[in-house]
């Protein structure tokens, strides 16, 4: 069964950084691209990154570009997004998603929330 565990999320001042993880289990977590989606407050979802399999290809947001890095560790099927420089409108529910089989999987979200 396919499983996400997320974490890192907190309240944070502008300006500040943060490191999300997540831990996937029940597929073979090194053959697929993942990716991070934040929802804020009356917004649909939205793309943040997304990283290849092995993780030599990355894509961004535009939002987000020169200021967020999406990894992965395979040998401990992880998948991070590192957020530097964050402003308020960062603030949301972060969630880290893999396609399947034309099938979208999610994690249960981490709260982002950036403010004074």
């Known amino acids: 069964q396919l499983h996400f565990v997320e974490s890192g999320g907190d309240l944070v001042q502008p300006g500040g950084s943060l490191r999300l993880s997540c831990a996937a289990s029940?597929?073979?977590?090194?053959?697929?691209?993942m990716s991070w989606y934040r929802q804020a407050p009356g917004k649909e979802r939205e793309l943040v990154a997304r990283?290849?399999?092995?993780?030599?290809?990355?894509n961004y947001a535009d939002s987000v570009k020169g200021r967020f890095g999406i990894s992965r560790d395979n040998a401990k099927n992880t998948v991070y997004l590192q957020m530097n420089s964050l402003q308020p409108e960062d603030t949301a529910v972060y969630y880290c998603?893999?396609?399947?089989?034309?099938?979208?999987?999610w994690g249960q979200g981490t709260q982002v929330t950036v403010s004074s």
């Open positions: 998603n893999v396609r399947r089989r034309s099938d979208d999987y």
């Open positions: 029940g597929f073979t977590f090194n053959t697929y691209p």
């Open positions: 990283i290849s399999s092995v993780g030599g290809y990355t």
